[in-house]
T-cell receptor
Framework: GEDVEQSLFLSVREGDSSVINCTYTDSSSTYLYWYKQEPGAGLQLLTYIFSNMDMKQDQRLTVLLNKKDKHLSLRIADTQTGDSAIYFCAESPPAYTNKLIFGTGTLLAVQP | NAGVTQTPKFRVLKTGQSMTLLCAQDMNHEYMYWYRQDPGMGLRLIHYSVGEGTTAKGEVPDGYNVSRLKKQNFLLGLESAAPSQTSVYFC??????????FGDGTRLSIL
């Protein structure tokens, strides 16, 4: 079945790099996404990567995709206290419905 | 642009009551989705719609109904609320293979 897994919690110091990991099971997923959820808010799209790419960089964010191991990671450089949030990865299995399968989310706590 | 708007933002119901959650999007998106978010379980898809007049079941559809009479609106109904439906409900919309855009959520408590 479809299952996306993430670790539940990550704590880093301000200024350090954060790496949030995700594993997925559907190797035919076309897109993989990272969403950010701040307390009491909805999900904000951070970045996404097409399945034929290995890496995507967007300012402080770097996404790495290892299709062989079905592993996705999000690296946040120079982590700030404003980055404290829950981060969800999601995969999009190929279908005209554009449905997403979400991971359980990783709570990132940034210590000043 | 308002994006995706959900109403109400908060609601408390008694067991057995009914209510409707409204989602409206102004981006002319074809696809709309309803999710529920529970601690430690991420977001789970309840129902979705790929166009006006169409609906389909997601991962956890039991106890919910939906309607998409207008392209911009997607309604989620609870006919007889149960405590297990206490959750945060999110609506999202998208077009084609583009990323989904989310509303700010509705926090629903069933007593």
């Amino acid at each position: 079945g479809e299952d996306v897994e993430q670790s539940l919690f990550l704590s880093v110091r301000e200024g350090d790099s954060s790496v949030i990991n995700c594993t997925y099971t559907d190797s035919s997923s076309t897109y993989l996404y990272w969403y950010k959820q701040e307390p009491g808010a909805g999900l904000q799209l951070l970045t996404y990567i097409f399945s034929n790419m290995d890496m995507k960089q967007d300012q402080r964010l770097t996404v790495l995709l290892n299709k062989k191991d079905k592993h996705l990671s999000l690296r946040i450089a120079d982590t700030q206290t404003g980055d404290s949030a829950i981060y969800f990865c999601a995969e999009s299995p190929p279908a005209y419905t554009n449905k997403l399968i979400f991971g359980t989310g990783t709570l990132l706590a940034v210590q000043p | 642009n308002a994006g995706v708007t959900q109403t109400p933002k908060f609601r408390v119901l008694k067991t057995g009551q009914s209510m409707t959650l409204l989602c409206a999007q102004d981006m002319n998106h074809e696809y709309m989705y309803w999710y529920r978010q529970d601690p430690g379980m991420g977001l789970r898809l309840i129902h979705y719609s790929v166009g006006e007049g169409t609906t389909a079941k997601g991962e956890v559809p039991d106890g919910y109904n939906v309607s998409r009479l207008k392209k911009q609106n997607f309604l989620l109904g609870l006919e007889s609320a149960a405590p297990s439906q206490t959750s945060v409900y999110f609506c999202a919309s998208s077009t084609g293979s583009q990323p989904q855009h989310f509303g700010d959520g509705t926090r629903l408590s069933i007593l």
